[in-house]
């Protein structure tokens, strides 16, 4: 299959472990509809003072295999040289700069997410375009290992408001749904004519959410 460059704006992101190894999401808008982005096997990164490498090299080897360190052409805030530690695994490098820092060397940057790491080292905002080959799914497209970087884009995007309502005791009893070209109320009670919008009646708070999702999923917004 050909490969295609498109353009798109980032919607959701997220990174998790997957067999071992990690794996980035990215949901996006374009103009062929929704996509997303898998972007698998990228390492979580941290960094620390150089002059403290070798001692972590000693306490990691009691963490894992997996855990690699490089001297870097980075420097901390205070001027001295860093390396970044480099992990197979998110939760890896979770506990090997908790295992840093209980040994009393400083760590940098721990708590920056992977995806947003991958993002920012990007320049990524927002707009995007990736180039890869698409594989149709239901509802969307999917791209494994994209190229991707920042782009200047400008989407249309589908929006839909929620006003949720509930009694004084914080049961709920309706959920007005507007936008993507509709204005309706879903109810619990019993069938009654209402002439100014459309309502939908219900018998539960079970069947309002169940009916409230497959509303949801038929009108598909990119913002609710």
């Known amino acids: 299959m050909t490969e295609k460059t498109t353009l798109g704006f980032l919607l959701t992101r997220g990174s998790a472990d997957r067999f071992n190894s990690t794996e980035i999401r990215l949901w996006a808008s374009t ?18 003072n150089s002059d403290t490498a070798a001692q972590a090299i000693q306490l990691l080897k009691g963490v894992s295999s997996q855990i690699e ?22 939760q890896l490098s ?37 180039t890869g080959t698409a594989e149709a799914r239901p509802g969307y497209l999917e791209y494994i290992d994209p ?14 408001s929620l ?14 749904i507007a936008g993507c070209g509709v204005e309706e109320v879903i109810m ?3 069938d009654q004519a209402f002439d ?17 999702i497959s509303r949801i ?3 598909d917004p990119d913002v609710i």
């Open 31 to 48: 103009d062929r509809g929704p996509v997303l982005l898998r972007l698998r096997h990228q390492k979580p990164v941290f960094f620390i």
């Open 69 to 90: 360190i490089k001297p870097l052409n980075l420097e901390t805030f205070s001027g001295t040289p860093a390396s970044g530690v480099y992990c197979e695994t998110i």
């Open 217 to 219: 999923q038929a009108l």
């Open 163 to 176: 006003d949720i309502e509930c009694d004084t005791d914080n049961t709920l009893f309706s959920v007005g």
């Open 188 to 190: 619990i009670g019993p």
């Open 147 to 160: 190229r991707i970087k920042s782009a200047e884009y400008l989407p249309s995007l589908k929006s839909l």
């Open 94 to 130: 979770y506990r090997a700069s908790d295992a840093l820092r209980d040994a009393g060397l400083e760590v940098f940057e721990a708590d920056i997410r992977l995806h947003e790491r991958f993002l920012m080292e990007r320049f990524i905002r927002g707009a995007i375009s990736f």
């Open 196 to 212: 100014e919008f459309s309502i939908c009646w219900v018998a539960d708070e079970r069947a309002l959410l169940k009916h409230l």
